[in-house]
């Protein structure tokens, strides 16, 4: 019994390793047995989304984009307070101090048809009288009336062009990646033949043919716009369904029996738009300036419409004296290149989160 006992003790495999290999397996078994803490958050958009909901609040050039944005949402709530129209007429329509071809600088006394005097004017200037802050265009348009308003022009236009030209695409790259097959083939193809036409010059034909049917408004060159908008998220939103129409739950829904309809809407099109919507976002700044595009080349709305294109194009007649009468082309350019950088820096953070290497190397700092 003494010999059993004295027998020296075999060691484990782990007391068999070096320190440094034993080091790395204590490392190695932290990792695996700690667990990091989920919020609700996180837990209702899922990892991914949180992972790129959370880089668009944290990334720099996201936050600069989204204060300017909210800056245009708040001027275009506020703009019956920041210029009020005329009475009983459209709020739309930008008012005119006469109808004097050439235009007056900044700062200049209003003499016919002012508007009401908001409350804000006497604090902020000192004076009782409205004047044109910003000057006024050809044919007396009140360019800073045009600028306030062209807010709400810019967003409505935006907002409305992205959500058709969305729905579109989504439900076209649905359909056409759920059933594949001769289906994919013949969609794919006509979204190819779309994709290959010049999209402004195609949008300028369109907005051109149905002016004289539909009149001058906005109209035209919204559905030329979505006419031609809506590829890109076909496209998009097809690669993301052909890989989750594969996973294990939307199988067993088709084993079940679960009609199509409700597999694609309820199962595969929610988890696989949320790229497709991050991507739409960023478009709504392209499609002001092809909107504010066409206006600037008389297609659209009508003369005096508060419109940031339309205002350019007032600046045409005095081309070769814009060392003059430059305001007609620096507030409403100004406003313009402002709007579409803040969807550009969006786009661009949302880009940058979304980047596979940048993913990889997010997920390596928080395993270290």
Request: glycine content about 8%.
């Given at each position: ?33 700690s ?6 958050v ?51 329509q ?129 559905i ?9 998220y ?14 294990d ?6 084993v ?32 002001v ?79 270290g």
């Amino acid at each position: 019994m003494s010999e059993v006992t004295n027998q020296p003790r075999r060691k484990s495999p782990v007391e068999s390793l070096s320190q440094e290999s034993r080091e790395k397996l204590k490392n190695l078994n932290a990792d695996i047995i700690s667990t990091r803490k989920i919020g609700r958050v996180e837990r209702f958009f899922g990892k991914e989304n949180y992972r790129i909901l959370k880089g668009l609040v944290t990334t720099p050039t996201s936050i600069v984009g989204l204060i300017l944005i909210a800056f245009f949402v708040l001027i275009a709530l506020a703009a019956p307070v920041i210029a009020p129209p005329l009475p009983n007429t459209d709020p739309y329509q930008m008012p005119r101090d006469g109808y004097s071809a050439q235009p007056k600088p900044p700062m200049s006394e209003w003499k016919s048809d002012v508007p009401p005097t908001p409350g804000w004017y006497t604090f902020f200037t000192g004076k009782e009288e409205w004047v044109h802050l910003m000057g006024t265009s050809s044919n007396a348009y009140d360019i800073f009336y045009g600028v306030i308003w062209g807010t709400r022009t810019a967003l409505k236009t935006g907002v409305i062009i992205e959500f058709i030209t969305l729905l579109i695409g989504i439900l076209v790259g649905s359909f056409a990646a759920y059933y594949g097959g001769k289906v994919d083939n013949i969609v794919m193809r006509i979204v190819d033949i779309f994709m290959t036409l010049p999209f402004l010059l195609a949008a300028l034909i369109l907005a051109a043919v149905l002016m004289p049917v539909l009149g001058r408004s906005t109209v035209p060159s919204v559905i030329a716009l979505t006419a031609f908008g809506w590829m890109n998220y076909a496209r998009l939103i097809r690669g993301d369904i052909l890989t989750v129409k594969e996973r294990d739950y939307v199988l067993a829904a088709r084993v079940i029996g679960v009609k199509d309809r409700n597999i694609l809407f309820k199962h595969i099109i929610p988890n696989a738009i949320f790229p497709t919507l991050v991507i739409a976002s960023m478009d709504i700044g392209t499609y002001v300036l092809n909107f504010a595009a066409l206006s600037f080349l008389g297609i659209g709305t009508q003369i005096g419409y508060a419109d940031w294109g339309q205002i350019l194009s007032f600046a045409r007649d005095w081309i070769t004296q814009l060392g003059t009468y430059w305001y007609i082309v620096v507030y409403p350019g100004i406003v313009l290149v402002l709007f579409v950088l803040g969807w550009n820096l969006v786009g661009d953070a949302v880009r940058d989160v979304m980047d596979p290497k940048l993913r990889k190397l997010q997920e390596s700092s928080q395993e270290g």
